[in-house]
């Protein structure tokens, strides 16, 4: 690094025009990422309110702060913020938004207006939900199960089901404007073997939106009609079933784990080859198990749903099938190690958070094999191991993924640097936090105790404590970050174009990158993550023998 | 039998040793990678720091054998786990013949429980060791799910439908039962308590019932009541099928399909007869949708079921084959 040459460009997307109407009807995809960034962080804070109340909560065996009513409300209220308005959002419309153009070389998203439509669409459905919370709160879970939801529930349900119904066209939305950009708007010579694997994950994540997020609109909508109408469609009274619910709403809300996922794993194929300075092991593999992760995502929903009496037949094939989605997985994981043999290893912060995502993620994917297991899940299904598997994926893996990403394109999108050791120790106190705080629920779980319970027998309170305990840590992993990089807007050290360096078009832009991104379309004549080929970011040509002829057997 | 796993609620039935040998089977596989992968990453992080600012890694792009074998062999692993997950769910899927039936009935927020022999008890359930014990699970409004840690099953209570489980308790003991499906504000304490006691035991105190009618014995006097009687006539003159050898037996239907008798066929054609008419019978018979308690259906099934054993009449038999063993 050699900061002490660098300069702020001149004019560049931040400074290009001023003013709030400048921000509210720009259709410039890297200001619409840090509306997004900004709308997420919100429903970000919102959640982690809930999920810090819900573990004070938990302390003492009959409940330390709240009535049940309002525990109900709090988990549910957290699954919503966090699910529909954080997770599923917050890597693609945030650094998808900001990225995927500068990753192919164009000048903006195919549809600008329409990027910016979504943002408003996201905005409306939120404050649909934002309404429900403040009006009477939900109480149904953020799955909405039938009859609970469509019938039973005293709770404002109506307002959150349109609100998610109304958000879904905005992921739908970003999802076509995605796989029409890297479509037609590649740069001269980005042929689709030299995207960037983040890229891959983008595209593999946008088909997911646009085939998956239909169904949950009208499964909701469903629902809301059920409950407004008294239409039966899930209701037995009304010769419904409730079942069919279930079968709807997972066969999006599955798929929306590989939402949440994927880009993550797109963000640590792009960091880990940088940081250790060789080419990606098995970049063909990775890239055709991002899209393998995203079609047989589709095919795996009931196994939410062992227990409800569906077919033998059934749940041996769902299980089956979520064995299948394991291995490209596994195949992740494995080449991502195998990057870091013979590399010229760096720990800056966003390598120590992708090292993190890997044993966060592997013990994430590892559980969910129990949980796929027929004979394990009639023990711990709808128990706390449950609830610790998937915030192993979602937050371990997902949340992991973002923090990092934001941290590794933070020099870009500000012009900055965020400092160093205090990024370094937030990203430690965040991977152990997060570990004392899920670890002990993997054990809950196995004992017994169900999830979604205000209240629990003497014998846990250990388990729930330590939990309780752990994310105090959490917490303080999550508000160093979000103090240190505002801090840094202002008072960062100046970044430079390509502070890594690393190999990717947008790091051959200025920092932050002028409002039409490059100041002329350029030509891509080397292959990913290829350092050797690359004089122009000023390392040493690499020494040692090649083992492998330079991709294409791979 | 095997030793017991550490952080594991106590072995009290069947299904416990096989789900715990199935967590050990999965938790050695999970530790070698997690082991594994973490001493690669870790040896990995020492041996390749970068020693000088301009430094490269070598350039390795992959290799096509590490592929294939990184796919194979985990593949084998999770078609293991798969296959042996499946024998046990299987096996808890398909309860063995002659069960202890007890009734289960779910509410928000509270569980009433029947005994064959009537005995009633709410939030508790008592149940004999070495016994197959077969639990009939209906609710009355949302979904609930009847959760015997120490038993290591569940199974999901669903309005509209009957779910069964089984386990054979091998333990006397006092063990927690929870509603492990999220049912509204009180599912935390919609619990209670199993005990499981030895058979003489058990019959003690069966017998020390408040001589509360045995659900067959209300089901023989509802089927009379609702004047079921006046069409299901047992020597198969009436305007309905007899339903003597009907339970567990086949049935021919009015467009020629066939469907066994088991307790969801019986329910349905209670509640919404249209639905399935069987061969040579008109369409005649009341819906009793919203009509009856799930009580009152569990009581009608018991005495259906009880109808197994009467002869059945060469003409009006509602059922072409008998299930009879």
Redesign the interface.
Known sequence: MTPAVNQMPEEHYLNSTYGIRSWLLTTDHKRIALLYLASVTFFFFIGGIFATMIRIHLLTPTGYLVTPETYNKLFTMHGVAMIFFFLIPSIPAVLGNFLVPLMIGAKDLAFPKINLLSWYIYLLGGSFVLYSFATGGLDTGWTFYTPLSSVYSNSAVTPALIGIFINGFSSILTGLNFVVTIHTMRAPGMTWFRLPLFIWAQYATSIIFILGTPVIAITLLLAALERAFHLGFFNPALGGDPILFQHLFWFYSHPAVYIMILPAMGVISEIIPTFARRPIFGYTFIAASSIAIAVIGFFVWAHHMFLTGESTYAALAFSLLSYLVALPSAVKVFNWTSTLYKGSIAYDTPMLYSLGFIGLFLIGGLTGLFLACLGLDIHIHDTYFVVAHFHYIMVGGAVMGYVGGIHFWWPKITGKLYPEFLARVAAVTLFVGFNLTFFPQFILGYLGMPRRYHNYPPEFQVLNVMSTAGASILALGYLLPMLYLTWSMRYGKVAGRNPWPATGLEWRTPSPPPTENFDETPVVDWEPYDFKNRPDLGLATPTGPTLAPAHGDD | MQAQLP???EQASN?AP??DT??AF?IL??LF??VA??A??VI??FK?????E???????????R??TL??VI??FL??A??G???????D???PPPDTLDIYVIGK?WMWKVQQPNGRREINELHVPTDRDVKLILASE???H?F?V??F?????V????Y?TMWFRPTKAGRY?F????????????MGGWVTVMDPSDYAAWLSGSSGAESPLVAGEKLFTEKACVTCHISNGTGRAPSLNGVYGGTVRLADGSTVTADESYIRESIL?PSAKIVAGYQPLMPAF??QLTEEQILSLTAYIKSLQSQPIPATGAGVVTTGKK
């Open positions: 952080f594991s609620p299904f096989s789900v199935l967590m999965l596989v999970s990678f997690a992968i973490t690669a990453i990995f992080f390749f720091r970068r020693k000088s301009h430094e490269v890694g070598v350039p390795i792009h992959g290799d096509l590490l592929e990184w796919i985990p593949g999770a078609l786990m798969f042996w997950g499946a024998v046990v769910y299987v808890f899927r398909h928000q409004d949302v979904i799910d959760y840690p120490a290591r099953v569940k199974m999901d669903v309005p509209g439908h779910n927690h929870f509603c492990s499906q999220y049912c509204g504000t009180n599912h935390a304490v919404v949708q919203g």
